[in-house]
């Protein structure tokens, strides 16, 4: 059996050999991000475009640290991992299950505008699901004043996203760092929960089922969140379909023989403010 | 060392079965709650992650190495039902890819032969057949070959 001071002599040794295989391994995944372009062209390098900061961590062999918190972070790792159902770029496959070309992955909420759906499109400029994430931008501004960094819009896309992402900013000094990581950890959970609430689309065919929401209530006035034609499955019938995001963080849905256009005003007042598309 | 292979990925999966049974079946304890992420990493590390690191250091094929990669990957991905990027979630729970961890294994075998027990049978006859040919002259399927190779990677 070896005796202590050897063993402590080899742990010893691993450990240094670990910070040297993280940074071959960071090597490793800067390669792997490298293109000819500054857009990426697959989901790893979109990932290390935006976690380029996180990856800078000392040692690669431990978690990154939003896994630490007690809370479940499952949202997060699937929206870091580039897993979510609601980022357009995510998908590989099409409706006809089909492979999609990375570079053709364009937001469903902007159709028929072929907008590029990646992550920060759909944080920070899509018209439907920006909204979302705007108290977490102000959250996030009033941290990064506090801690005397550069201001919110001085910033590019890039570590926008990764901020919401619970990344460490930049020029953060390090003893900061994990009272930053607890300060913006209420903040960024609540972003990724209310995205997987209201960007989930639920099932058309459940959707022309009661209930329906009050029409002419005033509190939905301004959370309409999407309106488009949907085929039901079963009947082949077209009809139309509305999103609502509630402050209590539920959705419901219903259908509609017409669009909002042809509704009158007094029955659905909210309808004008909907994106409304034309019948396929 | 391809059966090697083949049987750690069995293995793999048959513990993995298990941990998720566990796993599943902490939910309806009564002293108990559901799993965190956390926590799930740490029993599939625990348990799972030994079979596929195992003999690591004898697997010398680049396909075997790759093969046991994509277990390692999908039975990552099912114990915490994230099926996303593997590059992403490799590096945000912390685990290495397979053949940088060989690097560190074989480090540590050469540190162990050279530094820590040198006065063992494997350590002198390591001195003995290594230190004079140099490593274009070794035959690469040797367990020499690969250590002097990961040390070589290093400088």
Redesign the interface.
């Known amino acids: 059996m070896?005796s202590r001071p050897?063993k402590n002599?080899?742990r010893a040794?691993?450990n240094m050999?670990?910070k040297?295989?993280s940074d071959?391994?960071k090597g490793?995944?800067h390669n792997?991000a490298q293109t000819p372009s500054e857009q990426p062209l697959g989901?790893?390098s979109s990932?290390?475009h935006i976690?380029r900061d996180n990856?800078q961590r000392l040692?690669?062999?431990?978690?990154?640290q939003f896994?630490?918190t007690?809370?479940?972070?499952?949202p997060l790792?699937?929206l870091?991992?580039?897993?979510t159902s609601y980022i357009s770029t995510?998908f590989h496959l099409s409706n006809t299950l089909t492979y999609t070309p990375y570079v053709e992955r364009y937001c469903s909420s902007c159709l028929p505008l072929q907008i590029f759906g990646n992550e920060a499109h759909t944080l920070l400029h899509c018209p439907h699901s920006s909204p979302l994430a705007q108290p977490a931008i102000h959250s996030l501004m009033l941290n990064l004043r506090r801690f005397d960094l550069w201001a919110w819009a001085t910033y590019t896309d890039t570590p926008k996203v990764a901020m919401l992402l619970r990344s460490i900013p930049p020029k953060l000094d390090r003893q900061h760092e994990m009272v930053w990581v607890l300060i913006t950890f209420p903040t960024c959970t609540q972003l990724i929960y209310s995205f997987n609430l209201s960007l989930v689309l639920p099932n058309p065919l459940s959707s022309s089922l009661p209930p329906s929401p009050p029409l002419s209530c005033p509190r939905l006035h301004h959370m309409i969140f999407t309106a488009k034609y949907v085929r039901v499955r079963l009947t082949n019938i077209k009809c139309f379909f509305l999103t609502f995001v509630t402050q209590d963080g539920l959705y419901t849905a219903f259908s509609h023989p017409l669009p909002p256009s042809h509704m009158e005003p007094g029955n659905a007042s909210y309808a004008s403010r909907a994106t409304s598309y034309p019948r396929q | 060392m391809h059966l090697a292979t083949v049987e750690a990925i069995r293995r793999a999966c048959q513990v993995q079965a298990l941990a998720l049974a566990a796993s599943y079946s902490l939910q309806y304890d009564k002293n108990s709650s559901q799993l965190t992420p956390t926590q799930n990493l740490g029993l599939w590390k625990a348990i799972v992650l030994p079979h596929f690191l195992q003999n690591l250091w004898y697997i010398q094929s680049g396909t075997d190495i790759k093969k046991l990669q994509t277990s390692l990957n999908l039975s990552l991905a099912r114990a915490l039902h994230v099926y996303g990027d593997h590059t992403a979630f490799l590096a945000n729970t912390g685990i290495s890819p397979l053949q940088l961890t060989k690097y560190v294994h074989l480090a540590q075998l050469h540190f162990r032969l050279t530094m820590t027990r040198p006065e063992t049978l494997p350590a002198l006859l390591f001195k003995k057949l290594n230190t004079s040919s140099p490593l274009s002259h070794m035959h690469t399927t040797t367990l020499d070959y690969h250590i002097r190779h990961a040390t070589h990677a290093f400088k």
């Open positions: 070896a050897t002599r080899e040794f691993r050999m670990r040297i295989i071959l391994w490793q995944l792997a989901r790893k990932y290390i976690a990856l040692d690669l062999f431990k978690p990154a896994l630490h007690p809370h479940n972070q499952l790792l699937r870091r991992t580039q897993s995510h």
